[in-house]
Nanobody, 126 residues
């Protein structure tokens, strides 16, 4: 059974930083592109960042470029999201998810990802 467990969310002031972690089990982690997505109240879920199974291809949404960094450690079955210069509009529940297929390059459609975690709340105050 695939399980993705996110951690690291919290309340932070604007301009602050957080580091999210996602630990995966029940899948061949190093074979899957992984993504971080977020969903704010009343909004659709959107991809924030994605990293290919090999780690050599990375995607960032325009809204987070230059502020967020995605990385992975295949030996530990973990994917990370370092979030700097946080803004109130970054407030959302953040999820990690695995690509539906093995060994694909980065894909950017939320529907291409499955096996969502339970999410971790990130709240950025003024």
């Amino acid at each position: 059974q695939v399980q993705l467990v996110e951690s690291g969310g919290g309340l932070v002031q604007a301009g602050g930083s957080l580091r999210l972690s996602c630990t995966a089990s029940g899948l061949s982690f190093s074979s899957y592109t992984m993504a971080w997505l977020r969903q704010a109240p009343g909004k659709e879920r959107e991809i924030v960042a994605a990293i290919s199974w090999s780690g050599d291809s990375i995607y960032y949404a325009d809204s987070v470029k230059g502020r967020f960094t995605i990385s992975r450690d295949n030996a530990k079955n973990r994917v990370y999201l370092q979030m700097n210069s946080l803004k109130p509009e970054d407030t959302a529940v953040y999820y990690c998810a695995a690509d539906r297929r093995l060994y694909r390059p980065v894909v950017t459609g939320p529907g291409q990802y499955t096996n969502w975690g339970q999410g971790t709340q990130v709240t950025v105050s003024l």
